[in-house]
């Protein structure tokens, strides 16, 4: 089992970059695939990107070229650095992690909140 702690959330202005964390404890992190979603108000809850156990990565289209995900497995620490922010970014940005062996149970944070101001 995994507990995550997202951090690094706010009020930003368009244009703005932000730098998420999200810190793992329990299980080591190499043990799971990890990504973030996002959840703006009204809306489904959507890829941001993801991250293999390898280092694979895969963004959502609204991201390429904007963002940017990285793992520390050694200090459990997942990283999405956010750069040109726009107001279609606000949203509640989740942490998630999957396990790579059946029965690839899921696991997520609580969230933390990005707003972005145009």
């Known amino acids: 089992q995994v507990q995550l702690l997202e951090s690094g959330g706010g009020l930003v202005q368009a244009g703005d970059s932000l730098r998420l964390s999200c810190a793992g404890s329990?299980?080591?992190?190499?043990?799971?695939?990890l990504g973030w979603y996002r959840q703006a108000p009204g809306k489904e809850r959507e890829l941001v990107a993801v991250?293999?156990?390898?280092?694979?990565?895969n963004y959502g289209d609204s991201v390429k070229d904007r963002f940017t995900l990285s793992r520390d497995n050694t200090n459990n620490i997942l990283y999405l650095q956010m750069n040109s922010l726009k107001p279609e970014d606000t949203a509640v940005y989740y942490c998630n992690a999957v396990q790579i062996v059946p029965p690839y149970i899921k696991y997520w944070g609580k969230g933390t909140l990005v707003t972005v101001s145009s």
């Open positions: 991250i293999t156990s390898g280092g694979g990565t």
């Open positions: 329990g299980r080591p992190f190499g043990s799971y695939t």
